[in-house]
C-alpha cells in the first residue's frame, strides 16, 4: 500500500492554504469582477459557502470510509470497472489542471518579469522544480509550506495596508441585485470547482484521523476564500469594474501600486517572490496529487517510478494552447461548469451510494437478527 507519511496540522494548513492562493494571483478576481459588477463580494461570498458545503459532502464520505482514500473509496462503492472510471476522470482532471498551472503562470511570468525568455524554457523550469519537490513527497513540500506562509502572510498584509490610500469605497455603490439567482447560479458554475477539494481526500491518511481532516479542510476553504474576497474587494474599489476586467494579473497591477517614499518605489518585485512561491508549491501538491492518483488506481506501492512520466504528460499537454487566451478560454470550461463533475457531483453520488449500501446493509443485519420468544 501506497504511504505519503504523516504531516502535522500546522504543515497541512500551510501547505493548501498555500495552494488554494493561486487563483488570487492569475485572472480569478477579474472574472469575479467581471461577473459580479461592484456586487463582486457577494458573488464569492456565495462561492465560500457553496465550497465549504461541497467540502462537507467529502468529508461526510469520508468519514464512513475511515481507512480508505478516495480512490480507494470509488473502487469499493461502484465496483472495479466503474470506480475505476471514476478514479480516471479525477486523474484527467488534475493532469489538466497541472497542465494548465504550467501555462498560466509561465504566461504570468513573460508578462511580469520576463518577456524575452522563451515560454518553454519556463515551462520547462517549473516543471523541473515541481518533479524535484514531488520526487522528494508530500512530507518535504509541507514542511517547506510551513517555513514560507509567515511571509506570504506578511507580504499580503503589507500590500492591504499600503493601498488602502488609493481606495474609492464609492466604487461598491449602487447596492443592488436585479437577478439574485443569477448571481447565485454563476457562483456555483463558475467557481465552485475547487480542486483542493479532491486533493485533501486523496491524501486523507496523512492528517492523522478524520477529525484532523474535516477540521483543516474547513479551516483551510474558509481562511483562503476570506484572503480572495479581501484582495478582490480592494482590487474592485482601487481600479473600479471597468478598469478591473481589463486586466490580466489584477494582483501585480495592484502591488505595482505602492511606493514609500522616494527611494522605496516598483516594489512588484518583491511581490513576484511571494506570486513565485505560492505557484510553486500548487504546482509541486498538484503535481504530486496526479502521480499518487495514477499509482493508487495501478495500486503501485511507490509513485516515484512514475512520477517523470506524469510530468512530461502535463508538460505536453501545457503547450498544446497556442496562446494566453485559449488557455484561459480552456481554464473557464474544462474548471467551470465540467469540473463540478469531479470536484462536487462525483463525491455527492459517491456519498448517496455509501449511504444506500449502509442503509440496506442495516436492514438486512435486522432482519437476520432473531427474534426472542
Known sequence: MLREGKIGFAEGFSLFYISSLTSLFLTLPSAVIEDGKNMAWLLFLLTIILVLLAFWVISELMKRQPELTLVEV??????????????????????????????EYAEAFLVAALPRTPISIVISVLALAAFTSAYYGLEAI??????????????????????????????????????????????????????????????????????????????????????????????????????????????????????????????????????????FFKIALFLYITTVIFARMCRIEDYRPLLWIITLLCLAVSIIPP??????????????????????????????????????????????????E
Open 142 to 279: 509541507a514542511r517547506a509550506a510551513r517555513a514560507a506562509l509567515p511571509f506570504v502572510a506578511v507580504g499580503l498584509v503589507i500590500l492591504f495596508i499600503a493601498i488602502l490610500p488609493y481606495a474609492d469605497l464609492t466604487y461598491l455603490y449602487p447596492f443592488r441585485l436585479d437577478k439574485p439567482l443569477n448571481l447565485l447560479q454563476k457562483s456555483f458554475f463558475n467557481y465552485t470547482a475547487t480542486s483542493e477539494l479532491i486533493a485533501s481526500a486523496v491524501i486523507i491518511h496523512c492528517f492523522g484521523n478524520w477529525h484532523s481532516y474535516r477540521r483543516l479542510g474547513f479551516l483551510t476553504l474558509a481562511a483562503s476564500g476570506l484572503t480572495i474576497l479581501t484582495t478582490t474587494v480592494l482590487i474592485l474599489l482601487v481600479f473600479g469594474v471597468q478598469g478591473a476586467t481589463e486586466l490580466i494579473q489584477p494582483f501585480f497591477n495592484l502591488s505595482q501600486l505602492i511606493t514609500i517614499g522616494r527611494f522605496f518605489q516598483r516594489l512588484e518585485s518583491v511581490f513576484l517572490l511571494t506570486w513565485a512561491m505560492v505557484g
Open 323 to 372: 496562446d494566453l487566451p485559449t488557455a484561459l478560454q480552456v481554464d473557464s470550461i474544462v474548471f467551470g461548469q465540467l469540473g463540478l463533475l469531479p470536484t462536487v457531483l462525483l463525491p455527492l453520488l459517491l456519498l448517496i451510494c455509501c449511504l444506500v449500501k449502509q442503509s440496506m446493509a442495516g436492514s438486512k443485519k435486522a432482519k437476520n437478527r432473531p427474534t426472542a
Open 74 to 103: 470509488s473502487e469499493a462503492l461502484l465496483g472495479t470497472y466503474a470506480g475505476t472510471l471514476v478514479n480516471a476522470i479525477f486523474f484527467l482532471h488534475f493532469v489538466l489542471r497541472e497542465a494548465l498551472l504550467f501555462r
